[in-house]
Nanobody, 117 residues
Framework: VQLVESGGGLVQTGDSLRLSCAAS????????LTWARQAPGKGLEWVSG???????YYADSVKGRFTISRDNVKNTLYLQMNGLRSEDTAVYYC????????????WGQGTQVTVSS
């Protein structure tokens, strides 16, 4: 199983970024997927999720600004981030949860997003 995030970078307040998470090694379409982030000196924070029925969920802090989506043909998870704020600065991680006999959970290595004011 491999999850590889990309798309992070240094942007200014109000800018947009789209993160991607390329997945391999499991049945992507059957998995529940999550974006989480970790800001400097803080714990891991759940940001958004999408289940295998394409139902989406968002933390209050990003609702209306971020959009999660998935492409089950490209085996890729996305996070479109608009209206970025300094408090969105963090390392962003994707997670895949699926059942393969037993429940399994995997994380990517993360991608840094820095929002400068």
């Amino acid at each position: 199983v491999q999850l590889v995030e990309s798309g992070g970078g240094l942007v200014q307040t109000g800018d947009s970024l789209r993160l991607s998470c390329a997945a391999s090694g499991f049945t992507f379409s059957m998995s529940d997927l999550t974006w989480a982030r970790q800001a400097p000196g803080k714990g891991l924070e759940w940001v958004s999720g999408i289940d295998n029925d394409d139902r989406t969920y968002y933390a209050d802090s990003v609702k209306g600004r971020f959009t999660i989506s998935r492409d089950n043909v490209k085996n890729t998870l996305y996070l479109q981030m608009n209206g970025l704020r300094s408090e969105d600065t963090a390392v962003y991680y994707c997670n895949a949860l699926f059942r393969d006999g037993e429940w399994r959970s995997y994380w990517g290595q993360g991608t840094q997003v820095t929002v400068s004011s």
